[in-house]
């Protein structure tokens, strides 16, 4: 890190001394309207980050700028993906706001395109960067967060070629929604923008950032025109991209895919393959994202259902815990909080035959949105683990008492509504 030592400047790029002695700041890597960003590594060794610095006062002196900051974190904090840029730390002086990022070497995709021949990808390139905008968008959209300002400039690439979709300073959270489920606010980039969204109607953000997707896709002309279709109802989600149209299911090799992309070659020969279709997201994956939930050791694949059941609510905890516990006197259980967390504990004999107790993990997905996990503990000393005795438990009746509380049920291998 000695080149950066030796470029460092005080203004927000550090003046010698340590970021918060946690980062050494280096080379200025772009600059936005409020913000300058610098190639940083940590004092504690590790690879090299990016490092968003903002200042506080200009923020703060203009209008509709702090929520977007706040709208920024509040977004990249809560989603975890390869192709969504990650946010590894949010740091504060009384001057500035510092924001520790995933570094993309490879610059924004805007940049990328002015330098090739006719501003053009190959169709190669062009196809890999596509699934990984579907991809990183349909998990964004999955968890309830709208892009709303998809444009090349905010589509960044790593030192492979890898997209990151950065910039999430527009992006509508699940709480944004007004009571009819759309958005309002008109905003994004006018030359990307859904017409919905210009006309300043009430608009479905996914659907928005799916036109988004098709003005930056330039071949492929029937999923161009499916995609930029004016009317939201009829345009296809980029969710269902990835799992039907036939321009996805051709999958490059990733070495041409890559060249093709980083050098700007033309467009080779090269093998076709199917792909196989994404792993479909799942609770699990909202789970992981709660800190401190150890995932490993739970249960095998083929009895996931019928042992642990989800559910999202908009309820408060304890809300939701009264509901559960309401529900408990007609299922036969008391809800305790013990040493284990909250446990659904029989009044008397066992919640079903080899059911020993149910426990209850509530996580924050997205204010105020809570994920509930229910689980069946077997009783001790159940040779066949359990298997034979969960289809007893009153999955139906529980789900009928806790009525309104929840707001969909999730089932282990899928967020559909059950
Ligand atoms: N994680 C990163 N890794 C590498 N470079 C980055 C990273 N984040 C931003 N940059 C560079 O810094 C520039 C400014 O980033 P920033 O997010 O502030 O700006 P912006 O989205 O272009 O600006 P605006 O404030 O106008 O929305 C980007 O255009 C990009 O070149």
Redesign the pocket.
């Known amino acids: 890190m000695a080149a950066m030592d030796a470029r460092k400047k005080k203004s927000g790029g550090g003046g010698g001394e340590p970021l918060l002695g946690k980062y050494e700041l280096g080379r200025?890597?772009?600059?936005?309207?409020?913000?300058?960003?610098y190639?940083a590594r940590a004092v504690a060794g590790g690879e090299a980050?990016?490092v968003?610095v903002i200042d506080k006062a200009e923020v703060m002196g203009t209008a509709g700028m702090a929520p977007r900051v706040l709208r920024e974190v509040a977004a990249m904090r809560r989603l975890r993906h390869p192709h969504v840029?990650r946010l590894h730390e949010v740091l504060a002086t009384r001057a500035r706001i510092y924001l520790v990022?995933?570094?993309?070497?490879g610059?924004?995709l805007l940049?990328r395109l002015a330098a090739l021949p006719r501003r053009r990808l190959p169709e190669s390139a062009a196809r890999r960067v596509f699934v990984q905008l579907v991809d990183a968008l349909s998990y964004c959209h999955a968890r309830g967060v709208a892009h709303r300002?998809v444009k090349p400039?905010?589509v960044?690439l790593d030192g492979d070629g890898n997209l990151?979709v950065?910039?999430f300073?527009l992006a509508a959270l699940p709480d944004t929604l007004r009571d009819d489920g759309h958005l309002h606010t008109a905003c994004g980039t006018p030359a990307y923008a859904a017409p919905e969204v210009l006309r300043r109607r009430a608009y479905d953000g996914a659907k928005a950032d799916a036109w988004s997707c098709g003005v930056i896709l330039f071949p492929a002309r029937r999923l161009v025109s499916r995609l930029l279709d004016p009317n939201p109802d009829t345009r296809v989600a980029v969710e269902s991209l990835a799992a039907h149209h036939p321009w996805f299911k051709r999958s490059l090799s990733v070495d041409s895919q890559l060249d093709g992309l980083l050098n700007g070659e033309p467009e080779r020969a090269v093998a076709f393959q199917a792909a196989p279709p994404p792993p479909p997201l799942n609770a699990f994956d909202i789970i992981s994202m709660s800190p401190g939930l150890d995932l490993s050791g739970l249960f095998g694949e083929h009895d996931k259902s019928l042992r642990e059941k989800r559910f999202t609510t908009t309820a408060s905890p304890e809300k939701t815990l009264e509901q559960l516990g309401l529900a408990g006197g007609k299922l036969g259980y008391v809800v305790v909080v013990g040493k284990k967390g909250v446990e659904c504990l029989p009044l008397g004999g066992r919640l079903s035959s080899g059911i020993a107790a149910m426990s209850v993990e509530m996580s924050e997905v997205a204010p105020p949105l809570l994920l509930v996990e229910l689980r069946l503990e077997v009783a001790a000393g159940d040779l066949d683990g359990g298997d034979g005795e969960v289809q007893g438990f009153g999955w139906e009746q529980l789900r009928m008492e806790l009525g309104d509380v929840v707001r969909a049920w999730h089932s282990c291998e899928d967020l559909c509504e059950v």
Do not use: H, P, Y
């Open positions: 200025m890597l772009g600059r936005g309207t409020f913000a300058k960003v190639l980050v990016a968003k840029l990022m995933e570094l993309a070497t610059g924004d940049s300002d400039q905010n960044l990151k950065s910039d300073g």
